[in-house]
């Protein structure tokens, strides 16, 4: 059974549309306590209070979710921060054609700002992709959903706030991921600001760093590895360090979820004829007329060219935004396979002991109510990065 460090004297959290508990766990090293969180996707829920049996679990819709299912776990008083990372598929410039890109969801803010009026919230901290900042709230007009984001801050108390676009790759993350963040206070008077990056491009963490330790696996031999090998960086030990995350003492001894997965042959011979930092699309562009032609006959190029497949990733860069299709997406920089569910955890700074178990390995991208666990991963908030927000929290609120 997993055992956390409780500190009941620590600041006091909620977290809205959880997902698996990326914002948690970096909230909970930084000392923070997570009381509440809310999330409608089972996967993700089992997930969570695996890995975080203290946390108050809501399994609804949001906008479901009564004060009563919230008050009795929170102090009298309210709580210090309300995060919400709500769903980005409508902010995304991925998919921005469909006939989903407008559609109530972009107006899921509303959810945090009611949650923190509920908890009493000294702080609210508002998550998601970059693009919000330019999506507007319907197709032909010229009102942005962040402005309405912020009126209704204001509306709402929390009319003292500041914005910033953060790379997640700055705070040690290996992996380039930008985020857009909104940190408002209910205190006009409280000075507020953003965490200061702690690592430059001299010494970003690269893909290499992150998968030390791990031992290469065998596309359809079944054979999961769960001893780490002799090779260690100095991510690759944080992310094996229990006390740096508070989730136990010494470091993690068995490898987790590092299996294998199936690929057919076809598949596996496109992954010979990609060079790092190509994906599906140079394959495209190398491979013309007959040969293209003959490569698909056996099903190893594709009929249909998709920009973002196969990309191979370079060991000595960071990787590319890790999302829920990176089992798609990445195909490790050595080893002609895909990447493992760890190495996915590794690249968005999931510790090593994190337990994904909710949902299968696999299911197909066809259902908005369940996430397979390569789903999870891309789609959680890096673990360092929401770190680096509860150390900031605590330095406002005199925490430290």
């Known amino acids: 059974m997993l055992i956390l460090e409780v500190d009941f004297m620590a600041l006091t959290h909620i977290d809205c549309f959880s997902g698996p508990g990326g914002i948690c766990t970096g909230f909970h090293g930084a000392g923070l306590n997570t009381l509440v969180a809310i999330?409608?996707?089972?996967?993700?829920?089992?997930?969570?209070?695996?890995?975080?049996?203290?946390?108050?679990?809501?399994?609804?819709?949001?906008?479901?979710?009564?004060?009563?299912?919230?008050?009795?776990?929170?102090?009298?008083?309210?709580?210090?921060?309300?995060?919400?990372?709500?769903?980005?598929?409508?902010?995304?410039?991925?998919?921005?054609?469909?006939?989903?890109?407008?559609?109530?969801?972009?107006?899921?803010?509303?959810?945090?700002?009611?949650?923190?009026?509920?908890?009493?919230?000294?702080?609210?901290?508002?998550?998601?992709?970059?693009?919000?900042?330019?999506?507007?709230?319907?197709?032909?007009?010229?009102?942005?959903?962040?402005?309405?984001?912020?009126?209704?801050?204001?509306?709402?108390?929390?009319?003292?706030?500041?914005?910033?676009?953060?790379?997640?790759?700055?705070?040690?993350?290996?992996?380039?991921?930008?985020?857009?963040f909104v940190l408002a206070s209910k205190d006009p008077n409280l000075l507020l600001s953003f965490p200061e990056a702690t690592r430059t491009p001299d010494n970003y963490v690269t893909v290499e760093d992150a998968f030390k330790g791990l031992e290469n696996v065998i596309p359809n031999s079944d054979k999961e590895s769960k001893v780490y090998n002799d090779e260690n960086s100095e991510y690759s030990e944080l992310m094996r360090n229990k006390e740096f995350w508070r989730r136990g003492e010494g470091r993690t001894e068995e490898v987790s979820y590092q299996m294998p997965m199936k690929h057919r042959s076809c598949t596996l011979e496109r992954f010979t004829l990609l060079n790092q930092g190509e994906s599906l699309k140079d394959l495209f562009d190398r491979y013309e007329g007959e040969e293209r032609e003959e490569l698909q006959s056996r099903r190893v190029l594709p009929k249909k060219m998709f920009i973002k497949r196969n990309y191979r990733l370079k060991p000595d860069e960071t990787s590319p935004t890790v999302t829920s299709h990176c089992l798609d997406e990445f195909v490790h920089p050595i080893y002609d396979r895909a990447l493992t569910v760890r190495e996915c955890a590794r690249l968005q700074s999931f510790p090593d002991d994190y337990n994904f178990i909710g949902g299968p390995y696999l299911t197909p991208h066809l259902h908005n109510d369940i996430q397979d666990k390569y789903e999870q991963i891309g789609d959680a908030v890096p673990p360092l990065l929401a770190r680096a927000w509860g150390m900031k929290v605590r330095e406002i609120l005199g925490d430290l």
């Open 39 to 180: 999330e409608f996707i089972k996967s993700c829920v089992e997930t969570y209070s695996a890995n975080h049996p203290e946390v108050h679990v809501i399994h609804s819709d949001i906008r479901d979710v009564t004060p009563d299912q919230i008050l009795p776990f929170i102090p009298k008083d309210g709580v210090d921060i309300v995060s919400s990372g709500m769903p980005c598929e409508t902010f995304s410039t991925a998919g921005n054609t469909s006939r989903s890109f407008y559609d109530d969801r972009q107006f899921l803010f509303r959810e945090g700002i009611r949650i923190a009026q509920i908890a009493n919230a000294k702080l609210i901290l508002f998550e998601n992709v970059p693009a919000i900042t330019t999506k507007t709230v319907a197709k032909n007009s010229k009102k942005l959903i962040i402005d309405v984001l912020k009126d209704e801050l204001t509306e709402a108390g929390y009319g003292n706030y500041i914005e910033v676009v953060l790379n997640a790759m700055d705070f040690g993350v290996p992996q380039s991921r930008k985020r857009y």
